[in-house]
Nanobody, 126 residues
Framework: QVQLVESGGGLVQAGTSLRLSCVTS????????MAWFRQPLGKERDLVAA????????YYAESMKDRFTISRDNAKNTVYLQMNSLKPEDTAVYYC???????????????????WGQGTQVTVSS
């Protein structure tokens, strides 16, 4: 059974940083792209960042491009999201997602990710 478990969320002040981690168990992630999505309360789930199978290519939503960094350590089956200069509007539940095994390229559509974590809450106070 494949499981994705996020950690690292919390309550922080604006301007500070957090690093989210996502550990996958039950399958190696070295052949598939991974991504982080987020969903503010009462709003849709949107893509934050994505990374291809070996970290050679990344994608960021425009508003996160200069503040967030996605990375991966395939040896640890882990994907990270470094979030700097956090703003109150970054408050959301953050989800880790995996594309199917062998799907190495980035996708910006949530429909192309078949495994999801349970989410971790990030709250940024002003």
């Amino acid at each position: 059974q494949v499981q994705l478990v996020e950690s690292g969320g919390g309550l922080v002040q604006a301007g500070t940083s957090l690093r989210l981690s996502c550990v996958t168990s039950g399958r190696a992630i070295n052949s598939n792209a991974m991504a982080w999505f987020r969903q503010p309360l009462g709003k849709e789930r949107d893509l934050v960042a994505a990374i291809d199978f070996d970290g050679g290519m990344t994608y960021y939503a425009e508003s996160m491009k200069d503040r967030f960094t996605i990375s991966r350590d395939n040896a640890k089956n882990t994907v990270y999201l470094q979030m700097n200069s956090l703003k109150p509007e970054d408050t959301a539940v953050y989800y880790c997602a995996a594309r199917p095994y062998g799907s190495s390229a980035i996708s910006t559509s949530a429909l192309n990710y078949d495994k999801w974590g349970q989410g971790t809450q990030v709250t940024v106070s002003s």
